[in-house]
Nanobody, 124 residues
């Protein structure tokens, strides 16, 4: 089992940047595929980015490709989401999630563990 705690959210102007962090408990962090998802008011939770257990493979939603990067530090049990060129439509609660499977997936239901979320608000 793993517990996840996100941090780094806040209010930023359009065009600005934020870096989200997700700290995981436990000694088996490197055995989890990690993902970032977001949920805006009145909308379903959507995939943002995911990273393989080793960090060698990354995947992004088309809406954030070229603006966001995902990385992980297995020695620090932490996954990051660097968000650049932020737009008002990026406003949402951002969640990190852990998947004990091998395959990197965009499907929220495949992720068994979730953090509490951190609010990102982008003003125009």
């Amino acid at each position: 089992q793993v517990q996840l705690v996100e941090s780094g959210g806040g209010l930023v102007q359009a065009g600005g940047s934020l870096r989200l962090s997700c700290a995981a408990s436990g000694r088996t962090f490197s055995s989890y595929v990690m993902g970032w998802f977001r949920q805006a008011p009145g909308k379903e939770r959507e995939f943002v980015a995911a990273i393989s257990r080793s960090g060698d493979d990354t995947y992004f939603a088309d809406s954030v490709k070229g603006r966001f990067t995902i990385s992980r530090d297995n020695a620090r049990n932490t996954v990051y989401l660097q968000m650049n060129s932020l737009k008002p439509e990026d406003t949402a609660v951002y969640y990190c999630a852990a998947n004990s499977g091998v395959v990197v997936t965009r499907t929220p239901g495949r992720y068994a563990y979730w953090g509490q979320g951190t609010q990102v608000t982008v003003s125009s």
